[in-house]
């Protein structure tokens, strides 16, 4: 977005505005002109759309989301500055002025969001003029049309209006569009998953890791449940259950991705792929989510490398004490979930800290792993079926998914009889099932119960600051929790090129 030249990766496609009928194609350069002539050619194109995904769940959407709402937090080191703005986040107190800020983070999740857009731009305007085979195509298609619409829906949740581009970008005045109104944001994403689902493969014929007909229909179906459009939702989500292409792993456990194994499982609708190894193909976000600082023998335990290391600074994405509290007694997930370790480095007089245990897989290299990011899950399916059966009034029959979740945690049906009751313990459900699988925020903002349940979290926490990570004899800064809101406002960098905002 901020860059007129869109990057492909290795390819540095340089887009020519002229129309001039003298333009010379340059032949010693890869043009959009001299690239895409060939399947394999949008095949790396499309590639390169996946490609920002990778920063964005390892770098961002954890902290934009996970962080944002009461499951997660970060674990205060007095002797380590550099985190105001992760802290600004967690704490609803970004500073911010006339619709805009100047938050890092979140300039650079805009950032990705649109780099994956304008990679998805250039092959949808230009794989038409190809020949090649028809079920390739409409393949490449689909899927670029599914990740303009996910990149498009991660917008406009975290942002609400933003500006629409569905042309590469060409000039610095086309660069700086003006804001779409949000429900134009959603009719444009909605028509792009909705064009998306007959061009892809199902499951069992599509190359493992790449977007599906059940994933779109997934996205789709979570945009519905998000616009209260239960029936809609309601049949979409069980053509994926009656299509027998997903399951539940019997051992919640096993359900997430190893480094080099069990990716892209019966229970994986999709999920953001990842490589151990020097490819640059890596994930770190497990080191992201260590409390600190933790030293090399302490971090091997959960890690199992054989070349642990330090890691100081600030731990980030820390579970808080209400959503460990939130587990019911002999629900398998909570110590699937979430682990403790005893950091000998801290200035709190409890040492003990609490990590995200579900991703902590064994891999071989220090702050390189390959564990795949989960963004869609058969049990989420499950349960937004139930929400969308009991918001039409149909409880019992609700009942039959969310108990499917249930049991499979080692707990009893559901005791919930009211569609009121059916309500809470959806909520509920999804709470723990989903735990840092970035759900939570977007749970809140979409019930309308962010305002309360966050100015409900901040007053425990600035009551028992000790209790949420912090050492003896200090506190939150006199501005958390001051500044609570359903949507980040816009990034201050993008504002240089553009007068909208």
């Not at 010379?24 to 995904?53: C, G, I, K």
């Not at 330090?310 to 959503?323: A, K, M, Y």
């Not at 629900?331 to 682990?339: E, P, V, Y």
Request: glycine share 6%; charged share 20%.
């Amino acid at each position: 977005m901020k860059k007129i030249s869109i990057l492909f990766g290795v390819l540095a496609v340089i887009l020519s505005g002229c129309e001039d009928f003298l333009t010379v194609v340059p032949e010693t350069n890869l043009s959009t002109a001299t690239f895409f002539q060939s399947e394999a050619d949008f095949q790396q194109a499309v590639n390169a759309a996946y490609a920002p995904m990778r920063a964005i769940v390892n770098d961002r959407a954890w902290m934009l989301s996970e962080m944002r709402s009461d499951n997660t937090m970060y674990a205060r080191n007095i002797m380590f500055g550099a985190t105001e703005q992760q802290e600004d986040i967690s704490d609803h107190a970004i500073p911010d002025a006339q619709g805009i800020n100047a938050n890092t983070h979140v300039l650079n999740h805009w950032r990705l969001d649109y780099q994956i857009i304008a990679r998805a731009n250039q092959i949808l305007t230009t794989i038409d003029d190809v020949d090649f085979n028809a079920n390739s195509k409409n393949n490449i298609k689909g899927q670029a049309l599914f990740l303009r619409a996910m990149a498009y829906y991660d917008l406009a949740r975290f942002f609400g209006s933003v500006p629409i581009h569905l042309a590469p970008v060409t000039t610095r005045e086309e660069a700086g569009r003006p804001l779409s109104p949000e429900a134009d944001v959603y009719a444009q994403l909605i028509s792009d998953v909705q064009a998306a689902i007959p061009l892809l493969p199902n499951r069992s014929q599509q190359e493992l890791g790449r977007v599906t007909s059940g994933a779109a229909r997934m996205l789709l179906a979570d945009v519905f449940i998000r616009q209260k459009r239960w029936a809609e939702a309601e049949a979409l989500l069980k053509e994926i259950v009656n299509s027998g292409q997903y399951q539940l792993i019997p051992d919640y456990a096993n359900v997430f991705s190893e480094s080099t194994a069990n990716k892209n499982n019966v229970e994986s609708v999709f999920e953001v792929q990842f490589l151990e190894g020097p490819q640059g193909l890596q994930s770190n976000f497990l080191y992201q989510f260590m409390p600190r600082p933790i030293n090399p023998s302490e971090l091997g335990t959960i890690t199992g490398t054989a070349n642990p290391q330090n890691l100081d600074g600030q731990g980030n994405n820390i579970p808080t004490p209400d959503i460990i509290e939130a587990y019911e007694e002999g629900d398998l997930r909570k110590d699937a979930s979430i682990g403790f370790i005893t950091l000998s480095g801290s200035l709190r007089e409890n040492k003990v800290y609490p990590y995200i245990k579900k991703y902590a897989k064994p891999h071989a290299l220090h702050n390189n792993h390959g564990m795949n990011w989960p963004i869609y899950r058969y049990a989420e399916t499950l349960l937004f079926l139930a929400e969308a059966l009991n918001e039409q009034g149909k409880t019992s029959e609700a009942a039959q998914y969310i108990n499917m979740v249930r049991n499979r945690a080692g707990l009893d049906d559901t005791t919930a009889g009211s569609q009121g009751a059916m309500r809470d313990a959806i909520m509920h459900e999804r709470r723990v099932e989903l735990a840092f699988e970035n759900k939570r925020w977007h749970d809140l903002t979409r019930t309308d119960t962010y305002r309360q349940v966050i100015t409900d979290f901040g007053v425990r926490a600035k009551a028992d600051p000790v209790k949420y990570y912090y050492p003896a004899g200090n506190t939150f800064r006199n501005h958390a929790f001051s500044n609570i809101t359903k949507f980040y406002t816009l990034p201050a960098a993008e504002s240089e090129i553009t007068p909208h905002f």
